[in-house]
């Protein structure tokens, strides 16, 4: 995927976004069951509740984006801050439908599948690319972070919608999405669209990581390993900082500098003849 000019005057940044590597998706999976399993003990374990443990998550993931949206690059530590955070704010959603206002997974999965199809359709007639490799103006990255809340709002849905229908254990329901992103690995690998590819994978790590995290979780009984909420989180939540921190060290996840616009390339060609 190549980097494509700007449509319209913009704050240009360099990539806002982590290459996509294999740490990429490591974290992403992590991410995604620190979002289940953190969610659930300080909603259930400690009795919180689910409007107050909203609020708290979705004032943090605020903070976070801020801090975000006001970088010119990518820089680890706050970009994936901010998927832990938003990671966490997507379940509550889909659970404040479910257990707070009893809409059924069925219909909040729907509602959530035609949201992100109006976000992709409005990015994309906006922008003319929904590539991740394109992230470098404010639009682009407003779009880019409500796609991802909206994944992971989706991703837990249709995933508990699946148990549901399904009553699989714990540690079987991790076979479903696993296996549907190696399908859609093989199909980019076969040549099907980057783009695309790299969407439908990051939807379904949404479920797998949940699957994962409630069959670390779930007691013995119930198909589980037994670590418990509050385990599983404390083990993800260090490993997530132990990867960040070797990407914030290495740069192995670092993308190359955008070039500038045509627009931006003539005005700084006339700006050196002024100066010169």
Not at 23 to 28: D, R
Not at 184 to 213: C, D, E, H, M
Request: charged content about 10%.
């Amino acid at each position: 995927m190549t980097t494509e000019h700007l449509p319209s005057p913009a704050r240009t940044m360099l990539n806002k976004v982590p290459e996509v590597t294999v740490y990429f998706w490591i974290i992403k999976i992590l991410c995604t069951t620190v979002g289940e399993s953190f969610a659930d003990y300080i909603n259930e374990t400690l009795g919180f509740g689910l409007t107050n443990t909203t609020l708290v998550f979705s004032a943090a993931l605020v903070i976070a984006l801020v801090a975000q949206f006001r970088l010119d690059r990518y820089v680890p530590g706050v970009y994936w801050l901010s998927v832990v955070l938003i990671s966490v704010v997507g379940t509550l959603l889909t659970d404040n439908m479910t257990d707070g206002h009893d809409v059924p997974l069925w219909i909040s999965s729907t509602g959530f599948a035609i949201l992100l199809a109006v976000v992709f359709g409005v990015w994309y007639a906006r922008e003319r690319t929904l590539s991740i490799h394109t992230i470098v103006t404010t639009p682009r990255e407003s779009f880019y972070w409500l796609t991802v809340l909206v994944t992971f709002a989706l991703g837990t849905a249709v995933g508990d919608w699946t148990l549901d229908l399904t009553g699989w254990s714990p540690g079987v329901s991790v076979l479903l999405p696993l296996g549907l992103i190696l399908a859609v690995f093989t199909s980019w690998k076969l040549g099907a669209g980057p783009v695309l590819s790299f969407w439908l994978a990051y939807i379904l790590t949404r479920p797998l990581g949940a699957n994962i995290g409630d069959y670390l979780g779930s007691p013995h009984r119930d198909g589980g390993l037994g670590l418990g909420t509050l385990g599983t989180s404390v083990i993800f939540l260090g490993t997530i900082l132990a990867v960040v921190v070797y990407l914030s060290i290495t740069g192995r996840d670092r993308t190359e500098a955008v070039q500038p616009t045509t627009a931006e390339a003539v005005a700084s060609g006339v700006g050196a003849r002024d100066a010169s």
